[in-house]
């Protein structure tokens, strides 16, 4: 991994300062580099375009940046950093900016804050965020803002240094006969940098009954009680079994990654939701594989406007390239 890299985006607010926090100790876990990446404001940006033109030897060679600043307070406050640190000052529009420095680098991940620099408080998400979450072409974790965050343990989920265990488990939803590989690998990943338990969770559709309790909680079955059939209906056991199929080749690719599966009836997303309340890390897939379509799917969506903790959305890779 000497040529890994996790990004960072931020823009000053309090939101992008808890995903370089987040980002910071997701390098360190995966002995990555850290960049840090803002995108200029307009003012900055025009400034440039201005000096440049101008050519005027009496203007400051560049405009003052305060994000900088607070980047590498943040960072010197740190209690451990990664191997190597920078900072980039992009521009462009935020999407476009983050969209392609993600497609240059090819990072492990890019790391966001839910809400941005003068986001309104009433929205969920930011629309930079949904906008790269939507197109990038890496991995894309998003940090919810405080108020959302259930886990009690601030955003790293650790203790600040990389070398803990995170207190919860990496929760994968997982569609059995769609969802892509390089989403199970990305979440294998994850659970064994963190030296945690990878949960996976599948939702089955069943016909709604007048004794069917829409909000029970769902059970989590190791693998070795997959043996019998107990007392699971037919639709649970197929989807428990289609996941074991699945789960296969990484539980051999990752053997000290415990392995812990539920199939629950009925909303996959109101599960996941829920499940991020003591989740390390939510990972779903960005969309149906074969559709191909700019729209994120209704799943990720759900989970990056309601989740109580950090959701990493995944896009599918194309055709050829690896998974590991």
Same mark, same amino acid.
């Given at each position: 991994?000497?040529?890994?890299?996790?990004?960072?985006a931020?823009?000053?607010?309090?939101h992008?300062?808890?995903?370089?926090?987040?980002?910071r100790?997701?390098?360190?876990r995966?002995?990555?580099?850290?960049?840090?990446?803002?995108?200029?404001?307009?003012a900055?940006?025009?400034?440039?375009?201005?000096?440049?033109?101008?050519?005027?030897?009496?203007?400051?060679?560049?405009?003052?940046?305060?994000?900088?600043?607070?980047?590498?307070?943040?960072?010197?406050?740190?209690?451990?950093?990664?191997?190597?640190?920078?900072?980039?000052?992009?521009?462009?529009?935020?999407?476009?900016?983050?969209?392609?420095?993600?497609?240059e680098?090819?990072?492990?991940?890019?790391?966001?804050?839910s809400?941005?620099?003068g986001?309104?408080?009433?929205l969920?998400?930011?629309?930079?965020?949904?906008?790269?979450?939507?197109t990038?072409t890496?991995?894309?974790?998003?940090?919810?803002?405080?108020?959302?965050?259930?886990?009690?343990?601030?955003?790293?989920?650790?203790?600040?240094d990389?070398?803990?265990?995170?207190?919860?488990r990496?929760?994968? /939803?997982?569609?059995?006969?769609?969802?892509?590989?390089?989403?199970?690998?990305?979440?294998?990943e994850?659970?064994?940098?963190?030296?945690?338990?990878?949960?996976?969770?599948?939702a089955?559709?069943?016909?709604?009954?007048?004794?069917?309790?829409?909000?029970?909680?769902?059970?989590?079955?190791?693998?070795?009680?997959?043996?019998?059939?107990?007392?699971?209906?037919p639709?649970?056991?197929?989807?428990?079994?289609?996941?074991?199929?699945?789960?296969?080749?990484?539980r051999?690719?990752?053997p000290?990654?415990?392995?812990e599966?539920?199939?629950?009836?009925?909303d996959?997303?109101?599960?996941l939701?829920?499940?991020?309340?003591?989740?390390?890390?939510?990972?779903?897939?960005?969309?149906?594989?074969?559709r191909?379509?700019?729209?994120?799917?209704?799943?990720?969506?759900?989970?990056?406007?309601?989740?109580? /903790?950090?959701?990493?959305?995944?896009?599918?890779?194309?055709?050829?390239?690896?998974?590991?």
């Amino acid at each position: 991994m000497s040529n890994a890299v996790v990004i960072a985006a931020v823009d000053g607010s309090e939101h992008s300062l808890r995903a370089l926090e987040w980002a910071r100790t997701a390098a360190l876990r995966r002995g990555a580099a850290l960049m840090v990446a803002h995108v200029l404001p307009e003012a900055s940006q025009l400034y440039a375009g201005r000096r440049s033109a101008l050519h005027d030897p009496n203007e400051p060679q560049q405009y003052a940046d305060p994000v900088s600043d607070r980047v590498r307070a943040v960072l010197d406050a740190a209690p451990a950093l990664p191997r190597e640190v920078r900072y980039e000052a992009l521009e462009g529009s935020v999407p476009e900016a983050l969209r392609a420095v993600g497609a240059e680098i090819g990072p492990l991940m890019l790391v966001m804050g839910s809400r941005g620099r003068g986001g309104f408080a009433a929205l969920l998400l930011g629309s930079s965020s949904r906008a790269v979450a939507t197109t990038a072409t890496c991995p894309v974790v998003v940090v919810p803002h405080a108020e959302r965050d259930a886990g009690g343990s601030g955003a790293s989920g650790d203790s600040g240094d990389g070398s803990a265990a995170s207190a919860g488990r990496v929760v994968l /939803g997982l569609h059995a006969a769609e969802t892509p590989e390089n989403v199970l690998a990305f979440a294998f990943e994850e659970a064994a940098a963190r030296g945690t338990a990878v949960q996976v969770v599948s939702a089955y559709a069943i016909p709604p009954g007048p004794t069917m309790v829409i909000d029970s909680p769902f059970a989590v079955i190791p693998p070795e009680a997959l043996a019998g059939d107990g007392d699971a209906v037919p639709a649970e056991r197929e989807m428990l079994r289609s996941q074991s199929e699945r789960l296969a080749p990484l539980r051999e690719r990752y053997p000290d990654v415990p392995v812990e599966q539920a199939a629950v009836p009925g909303d996959a997303a109101g599960r996941l939701v829920t499940a991020s309340r003591t989740a390390a890390l939510v990972v779903v897939g960005r969309h149906h594989p074969r559709r191909r379509a700019l729209l994120i799917g209704s799943v990720a969506h759900a989970l990056l406007q309601h989740a109580h /903790g950090p959701v990493a959305v995944v896009p599918t890779l194309p055709d050829g390239d690896d998974v590991a």
